[in-house]
């Protein structure tokens, strides 16, 4: 089931330093599709977005296979700016995780692009392909270790209240 190809898009705001932006390792390795224009976003994709109200569960799978998953790539230090302005698609914010990238790392929901589309894959059950994405970094699978117990608690999720549970379970002071 998970050998289908799943449509996996980038949005590209080109504010970080490129040499560090792991999201141009996806689009070069051809792991992602690249948007550069905002009216491409495709309709009913899920937009991975850190301010959504609705957290990210295992049951956005079946949006993932028919229309995709996408992240918006932008530079932290302007983040509020870029998700105050709508784009389409279904938002979802992740459950809490820690970064395990360089520039953030043990820094709560700070996580890069690939981190984010990783998390997202292997919470709707396509460990293999989050692993195959964070496979091209040194530190990809200090990701996957960093964050296995609520990654893996995570995915058996089915719906969004016992998500929030969950959450709190693993990180008790931070969603209050």
Same mark, same amino acid.
């Given at each position: 089931?998970?050998?289908?190809?799943?449509?996996?898009?980038?949005?590209?705001?080109?504010?970080?330093?490129p040499?560090?932006?792991? #999201?141009?390792?996806?689009?070069?390795?051809?792991?992602?599709k690249?948007?550069?224009?905002?009216?491409?976003?495709?309709?009913?994709?899920?937009?991975?977005?850190?301010?959504?109200?609705?957290? /990210? /569960?295992?049951?956005?799978?079946?949006?993932?296979?028919?229309s995709?998953?996408?992240?918006?790539?932008? #530079?932290?230090?302007?983040?509020?700016?870029?998700?105050?302005?709508?784009?389409?698609?279904?938002?979802?914010?992740?459950?809490?995780?820690?970064?395990?990238?360089?520039?953030n790392?043990g820094?709560?929901?700070?996580?890069? #692009?690939?981190?984010?589309?990783a998390?997202?894959?292997?919470?709707?059950? /396509?460990?293999?392909?989050?692993?195959e994405?964070?496979?091209? /970094?040194?530190?990809?699978?200090?990701?996957?270790?960093?964050?296995?117990?609520?990654?893996?608690?995570?995915?058996?999720?089915?719906?969004?209240?016992?998500?929030?549970?969950?959450?709190?379970?693993?990180?008790?002071?931070?969603n209050?």
């Open positions: 089931m998970e050998e289908q190809q799943l449509k996996l898009y980038i949005y590209f705001m080109k504010q970080d330093d040499k560090k932006c792991t #999201s141009n390792k996806l689009k070069r390795l051809k792991l992602v690249p948007i550069f224009n905002k009216m491409r976003v495709p309709r009913k994709v899920i937009v991975l977005n850190p301010f959504a109200r609705e957290v /990210f /569960f295992s049951g956005d799978r079946k949006n993932i296979e028919q995709g998953l996408l992240t918006i790539d932008c #530079s932290w230090k302007r983040v509020q700016d870029v998700f105050s302005k709508r784009f389409k698609g279904i938002q979802r914010r992740l459950p809490t995780l820690l970064a395990a990238n360089p520039v790392y820094h709560i929901h700070k996580l890069s #692009s690939v981190e984010a589309l998390a997202a894959l292997y919470i709707a059950n /396509f460990k293999e392909k989050a692993k994405m964070l496979n091209p /970094f040194k530190w990809g699978w200090v990701f996957l270790e960093l964050n296995r117990e609520p990654l893996d608690e995570y995915a058996t999720v089915k719906n969004v209240v016992y998500m929030r549970e969950v959450e709190e379970a693993y990180f008790p002071s931070i209050q």
